[in-house]
């Protein structure tokens, strides 16, 4: 015996009809499953019931004024309606969740199941949404923006990025039923965007040129303007953007990264910009959303913008002047709302003259600018520069390095870092890997280049090199200005400073 569903279909509706069909039902001690009614019809679930029990039941029922047909069906509309609908949704090619109001799951589409919650089958109805993602961050959108509205944002599940929509259903009685959420896949490989929380405290300087470059990125974070950070490759103008993001307004939005030098122009093109469904051969066929749609509300970072090809940046140019975005290969044009910071290791100023790069597009993109210093021009830098990179590379490679050889110290303040920070911390990694004691020698510092012939510092100690430094620094700025005042203007510190120095190292500018 099997449950039976029937569909009752009446000809007239009067009062206690229902009341009639279920009171044969009760005389049979048939058990009642579920039933809906609606005017002029009825569905009913039963209890399974014997075939000759049942055809005395039908007839009792057909014989009942008012009910015109008896019909047994194999589903009922809704759910004939949830069948093609989770048919429909297991073919879409992203992911689709329907959520209860607190978060449980109520339905997950095959993809969402099996490729961003990694599990077998859709056994995870009932588990809420929390443990697979960050849920809050998105329902918090509700509480500043109002239920009508949809949350987005981008988020890392597993190893995957995901631009992710939060849909409110809601009746017609303007009442919260649950939530839909939709996931759509974002290439790692072309963009990434950084949740860790970079500020400027990461950053590790304590000369004055470095902290002045520093508080200018905390003065400018205030402000939502584009920024165009410039300085040789190495110096570390992505740690500044990123710092940049996470202390402006911005900071709780998607930090999008792009390198404008490491994409064919073809590519690009529809990464910054997105394109429509059936535009290329092998593209999705759904399109893809540009970046500036994707970082909604955040921050884009340009990196090596310098490299950009003039029709891009002819594109970018009437992007940001309008604000808005078109796909390739679409017609309509969506507003985004995001910060532009820009970053080169190429002399901008020198690529507008020869015309390689456009003047109106570095009036759009340089309100605000920030030039790093390398390295070389800050070696006072190097001491704490490798406190910091000796304690990452010792818990990288198990090791404990406590300090580092006065002679290996010198070598590396006599060194001229064409590659800089990056260079830097290339060399110090090689060092610990290699280093035999809890000092790093100088043997165990493998230079990348020919050192640049600078002259040697004086001393045993690390506090006799850089105040040998210091000294050299000092005596070569009097040498080459005109007065003290002058020197310490080029040197960037204050003038008071400079003659505390020039008393402490017994420095006469007379005698120089």
């Known amino acids: 015996m099997e449950t039976k569903k029937i569909k009752l279909t009446a000809s007239e509706d009067r009062p206690h009809l229902t009341y009639e069909a279920l009171s044969v039902l009760h005389k049979y001690d048939v058990g009642l499953i579920w039933m809906e009614v609606y005017a002029y019809v009825a ?29 047994e069906i194999e589903l009922f509309p809704f759910e004939e309606k949830n069948t093609e609908l989770k048919k429909v949704l297991d073919v879409i090619p992203h992911g689709v969740t329907l959520l209860s109001r607190t978060g449980d799951i109520k339905y997950v589409n095959d993809y969402a199941a099996e490729k961003i919650f990694m599990t077998a089958g859709k056994d995870i109805t009932g588990v809420n949404i929390r443990k697979y993602m960050d849920y809050d961050k998105l329902i918090s959108f509700f509480n500043k923006k109002g239920k009508n509205v949809m949350a987005k944002d981008t988020m890392e599940i597993g190893t995957q990025l995901y631009q992710v929509n939060l849909q409110p259903i809601i009746n017609e009685e303007n009442v919260l039923s649950s939530y839909l959420i939709s996931f759509y896949e974002m290439d790692n490989t072309s963009f990434s965007r950084y949740d860790n929380p970079i500020t400027f405290d990461d950053i590790v300087a304590e000369s004055n040129k470095m902290l002045q470059v520093i508080n200018q990125g905390k003065l400018y974070s205030k402000s939502d303007s584009p920024v165009l950070i410039t300085g040789e490759s190495g110096t570390g103008k992505e740690l500044f953007a990123r710092a940049i993001h996470n202390e402006s307004r911005r900071k709780s939005k998607p930090f999008i990264a792009i390198n404008c030098a490491a994409i064919p122009d073809q590519l690009l093109e529809s990464e910054l910009f997105g394109y429509e469904g059936g535009t290329f051969t092998g593209g999705r066929k759904e399109g893809k959303a540009g970046i500036f749609e994707i970082a909604g509300g955040g921050t884009v970072f340009l990196d090596e913008i310098g490299d950009m090809a003039p029709h891009l940046q002819a594109k970018l140019l009437r992007v940001l002047q309008e604000k808005k975005v078109r796909r390739v290969g679409g017609a309509n044009e969506v507003n985004f709302d995001v910060r532009l910071i820009s970053a080169t290791n190429q002399n901008i100023d020198h690529m507008v003259k020869n015309k390689e790069f456009r003047l109106d597009l570095l009036f759009r993109i340089n309100i605000f600018n920030i030039n790093i210093p390398p390295l070389r021009e800050r070696k006072e830098d190097l001491p704490i520069l490798f406190e910091h990179f000796a304690g990452i590379h010792s818990r990288r490679y198990h090791k404990y390095i406590k300090g580092i050889e006065q002679n290996a110290m010198r070598k590396l303040l006599n060194y001229n870092w064409p590659g800089n920070v990056r260079e830097f911390q290339n060399v110090l990694e090689r060092a610990a890997a290699l280093s035999t004691s809890e000092e790093i020698t100088s043997k165990d510092i493998m230079l990348n280049y020919d050192i640049v012939p600078e002259e040697e510092t004086s001393g045993t100690s690390l506090k006799d090199c850089i105040e040998s430094l210091e000294k050299r620094k000092i005596t070569e700025s009097l040498k080459v200005n005109k007065s003290i005042r002058e020197a310490a203007k080029n040197l960037e510190v204050t003038h008071t400073l400079l003659i505390n120095r020039m008393k402490k190292y017994n420095i006469d500018r007379n005698n120089l």
């Open 43 to 71: 569905y009913i679930k039963l209890m399974p019931v014997e075939d000759d029990v049942w055809e005395k039941i039908k007839d009792e029922l057909n014989s009942l004024k008012g009910w015109d047909s008896l019909e």
